[in-house]
């Protein structure tokens, strides 16, 4: 029998999506079908073999690595697999997470239909209707952040506009693209197209000055949906943009280009950890940290000639269980606490230890601190950004001085006790359901601060995708 891996990875869970979304009021029901899709479909990517050769008893399945639908072709090759294992086995555990009666209930539909949407767009041809299936899925986003029935806010809103704007930024891009290699280096068409493809990408990552909509809708929606959409699609639009310096000779070759995303990912960093420190709300310090992991991830490709392209894929499986951990901490805070302003948290450390601890490894480990995940690429990175050129070492220190100024408050505010409650020692009020998740992921993050080479850097394999970019 033979099959094609788009119809594994991108049809099946489509098929999923829509019974999950018939049945979208069962919670368990719902979990159990996500959970079971997004790390099932994960395993099998993980361990898929190179062959593309599966025998189960007498039945051999023989996959091929291309579907067509409409003339176009998706193909998952074999080496972009350990990628879509990931962004399958990050769905399950957000997954994982939806169990907890305030998540809305189009979470779970809709996460496993943006998942496969963001797969066909990392193997469609032409690669440039990898943006119709981006805008898509950022379509699909919008009922988990706005559920039906409630208010939209204007944050909502933006967000549509923005990330809509970049769709004809990227495919006139791309038009352009296809006639200015032949170009001489020195035309100024090259530097238009240049201007046009990084307006479009700058629109979709939230690049300062289109990034307002990220707090907004980090203090307005529910928590897990936010860290979910704050997490998947610059991962994905990330690895999306490695096509264009993969394809185009002229864009990896220039340096004036590397530069540029040092200094805008530097801005990213300096400016989000700056708006970070100062946020009383920590919903909207959640959205602030988030941009400044963004400029993480610019500063990581302007330093591919320094080994940046592998930094950046370690920074993927980080950002997961910490943003998973900011969401789902996030989540039962809001539900636990008078206010979300850290001036009102006193003595809810002593009420909850565990939803507490959870919460400052999180953001500890988002600022970079050491023993925790993000901390041994960040340092490397910091290390080559300070190698090129001094100054963007001194402002990337300036950027993560800032989130860890806001832990500090973050945990002065929790310890401090609260007189005007009964509670005066500390006690564990967290049932097992509650606690074992967060331990376990505090565990996660720890390991992979601790054994980076072991846990990280496995996912560098998909380097093997993009054969100019070695």
Known sequence: MTLSTPILWVILPLFISLITGIFYRRRILGMILTCTTGFGLGALAAFFPEDLVISIGPLTLNFVENLSILGRQINI???????????????????????????????????????????????????????????????????????????????????????????????????????????????????????????????????????????????????????????????????????????????????????SLRSIGTLMIVLGGLWTAYQDDIKRAFGFSALSETGFLLLAIGLADQGGLSLLLMLFPAHAVSFWLWGFTLSLIETRADSRSIEVLHGFAQRYPIISSGLLVAQLSIAGLPLFATFPVKIALFSEAFAVRSGLGVWIFVGSLGLFFFSVRLLINLVTPNTEQAITSWVLTEKANVYLPILLTILAVIIMGLFPNAILTNITTILTAFGQLQ
């Not at 990050?90 to 949407?117: D, K, M, Q, Y």
């Not at 066909?120 to 440039?128: D, H, I, K, Y």
Request: charged letters at 10%; one cysteine or more; aromatic letters at 14%.
């Open 77 to 259: 090759n074999y080496q972009i697999l350990p990628f879509v294992a990931f962004i399958y086995f990050s769905t399950g555990l957000w997954a994982v997470g939806s169990i907890r009666p305030s998540v809305p209930e189009s979470f779970r539909p809709t996460s496993l239909v943006i998942t496969a949407l963001l797969t066909a767009a990392l193997g469609v041809e032409p690669f440039l209707y990898a943006a119709l299936f981006i805008e898509g899925a950022i379509l699909f986003s919008v009922p988990m952040l706005s559920p039906l029935l409630s208010k939209t806010h204007p944050g909502i809103l933006r967000f549509i506009c923005l990330q809509t704007l970049a769709l004809p930024f990227i495919l006139l891009a791309g038009w352009l693209l296809s006639g200015v290699e032949t170009l001489p280096p020195d035309s100024p068409l090259i530097v238009q197209t240049m201007i046009i493809l990084g307006l479009g990408i700058g629109l979709w990552l939230a690049v300062f000055p289109f990034h307002s909509w990220v707090p907004m809708v980090s203090e307005k929606a529910h928590p897990l949906p936010v860290s979910f959409v704050l997490f998947i699609f610059p991962t994905v639009i990330t690895l999306f943009s490695l096509n264009f310096l993969d394809r185009y000779t002229f864009l990896r070759t220039s340096q004036g280009l590397y530069q």
